[in-house]
Structures are given as structure tokens and as C-alpha cells.
């Protein structure tokens, strides 16, 4: 059964870091891209990042450049999201996704994953 499990979210004051972290079960992760979603109360689902199988190609949202930054360690079949400089807007359910191409298209878009993780809450918050 393939699995994802995000961990690593919490209540974090502004301008602080979190890592979030994303580890598969199931499958093997090398064969997929991985993305990074999340989603405020009231809208709809974003995308933030994106890693292609190998770890050498990676996209971000305008909003994260700069601040965030993807990873991945194959090994551990887990996908890491460091989020620096937190704003109160990046307060979301964040969720990690697998898409079944081994690289990351240029929109970030939801439909184009088919393995979800249940999220983590991420509360950037004084």
C-alpha cells in the first residue's frame, strides 16, 4: 500500500523555521516526483514546491522563493521542506504528494498527484 506521512508541523512565531518532513511507505520513492501543497481555511489548495525524482531539478511558488527550500534523501525515502523566515500568511494545512513522473511540471498543480499525505498543521502565529 503507498503511503505518505508528513510530520514536523506546529505553532511557530514570525520569522521563525520549521522542516516538515514527508516519508514514504510502500513504494519506492526514486521513480517519483514529489510535491509540496497546502491549504488555508477558505481556500483553495496551493502548490509550494516541487522536487523531481532525483533531487536535481526543483521549483517553488513565488511566494516561498527564497525561503523555502525542498530536499531529498532517496535512502530514506523521505522529501524535506525547510521553511524559513515564516509569515503569518503561510499558516496552512501542508501536505506532501507523489506525482508518477520522475520530474515536476512548471504548475504546481494538484491534479497531476495521485498519492497524498493526511497534512500537517503549520500555525504562524505571535
Known amino acids: 500500500q503507498l503511503q505518505l506521512v508528513e510530520s514536523g508541523g506546529g505553532l511557530v512565531q514570525p520569522g521563525g523555521s520549521l522542516r516538515l518532513s514527508c516519508a514514504a511507505s510502500g513504494f519506492t520513492l526514486d521513480y517519483y516526483a514529489i510535491g509540496w501543497f497546502r491549504q488555508a481555511p477558505g481556500k483553495e489548495r496551493e502548490g509550494v514546491s516541487c522536487?523531481?525524482?532525483?533531487?536535481?531539478?526543483?521549483n517553488y511558488a513565488d511566494s516561498v522563493k527564497g525561503r523555502f527550500t525542498i530536499s531529498r534523501d532517496n535512502a530514506k525515502s523521505t522529501v524535506y521542506l525547510q521553511m524559513n523566515s515564516l509569515k503569518p500568511e503561510d499558516t496552512a494545512f501542508y501536505y506532501c504528494a507523489a506525482r508518477p513522473n520522475y520530474y515536476c511540471s512548471a504548475y504546481l498543480r494538484p491534479s497531476e498527484y495521485n498519492t497524498w499525505g493526511q497534512g500537517t498543521q503549520v500555525t504562524v502565529s505571535s
Open positions: 522536487i523531481s525524482s532525483a533531487g536535481g531539478s526543483t
